[in-house]
């Protein structure tokens, strides 16, 4: 699919998660993107476990995901996002592992999209645990959670539609300025490209 | 172009900026890319200042970049990308306006290769000088700052093949775990999709 609709098409659904397996070729080439990314001097810090199969998945959600994140539990896989901090820059307090892997996941997220996968990153989940239950060493953080699956079937493009129709985003004029802080170019959304 | 495509050939080519002008509609829309973005509980940190103008940029790089990312003196288009820490969670010390602002970014790197674009983000700058040239308040944070140009053309796409052959990216088993931290599926690159 092209770029710009992927980018703009791109939401989270963990409410739309079909158990349907996916294919390893689509399942490598998702994570594949994530390594494409920049980072701060090539450090490349980000690290994902892939949790796959719905007995391991649920053995994780039981272990660490509660509340409204738990519907993750019928995906047929999880990632979950790592980094450990010392891996990456740290520039005047800055610490770059998570700027980075914020890049990476972009990229994973968007080619899952253009797969016409559901994702959903989530940063409620209890850290300690997950981390116990994936035997991930003590100085590595879990920045985030998604589930990566296909979407219930017959519900699934009204549900996308319906929430990418109430997504809340700032104004561009709230969120871009020009030449100096604060400063606006008015009605410049009338030029898109 | 297909997002796949974008995502594996986009490249950092600071050396490679021509001052031609950006359409203010390609401008828009590269900007307006990064508003899309995911980011935790909706709270879209991410601000951008964007510089335009050979005379603004290069005022901007005398004042706060250094050494050979000064190269970017000659483009149209500087952004400075900035957040604030507190517009965004901290979640057991992960602050997420770092996460949240790399996804943003991803989408804005992403949208500019699409339309044949050169963006390099940058850690390496002066952020104090870069803040009171830009009027950016003491708690907003200046992340990245990355050129936006068109390549300088005869020698662009050469330039762009020679650094996408030579990238070097850590292997998939290094970054990309099974079911517990360590745990590697071999061979998995052959099933790309």
Redesign the interface.
């Known amino acids: 699919?092209?770029?710009?609709e992927?980018?703009?098409n791109?939401c989270?659904l963990k409410e739309q998660i079909s158990p349907r397996e996916i294919?390893?070729?689509?399942l490598?080439?998702v994570?594949?993107?994530?390594?494409?990314?920049?980072s701060?001097?090539?450090h490349?810090p980000?690290?994902?476990?892939?949790?796959?199969g719905q007995p391991?998945v649920q053995a994780l959600v039981d272990a660490a995901v509660t509340g409204t994140n738990a519907v993750i539990r019928n995906a047929p896989v999880v990632i979950a996002v790592?980094a450990r901090p010392q891996d990456d820059?740290i520039?005047?307090g800055?610490?770059?592992y998570?700027?980075?892997?914020?890049?990476?996941?972009?990229?994973l997220?968007?080619?899952a999209?253009?797969?016409g996968l559901v994702t959903h990153?989530m940063?409620?989940f209890d850290?300690a645990a997950l981390k116990r239950h994936?035997?991930?060493?003590e100085d590595?953080?879990v920045?985030?959670i998604t589930p990566l699956a296909y979407p219930a079937s017959e519900s699934y493009d009204e549900a996308a539609r319906e929430r990418l129709s109430q997504r809340?985003?700032?104004a561009?004029e709230e969120?871009?300025?020009?030449?100096?802080?604060?400063e606006i170019q008015p009605e410049?959304?009338a030029?898109?490209?």
Chains 1, 2 share one sequence.
């Open positions: 699919m092209e770029t710009l992927v980018i703009r791109r989270s294919e390893p070729g689509i490598y080439t994570l594949d993107a994530a390594r494409y990314a920049a701060s001097r090539n490349q980000w690290r994902f476990v892939v949790v796959q391991a790592c820059s520039s005047n800055r610490e770059y998570l700027f980075d892997t914020g890049m990476a996941v972009a990229n997220l968007l080619a999209t253009d797969f990153p940063a409620g850290e994936l035997h991930i060493p590595v953080r920045l985030m809340s985003r700032k561009f969120v871009v300025f020009f030449n100096r802080w604060g410049m959304d030029i898109r490209a």
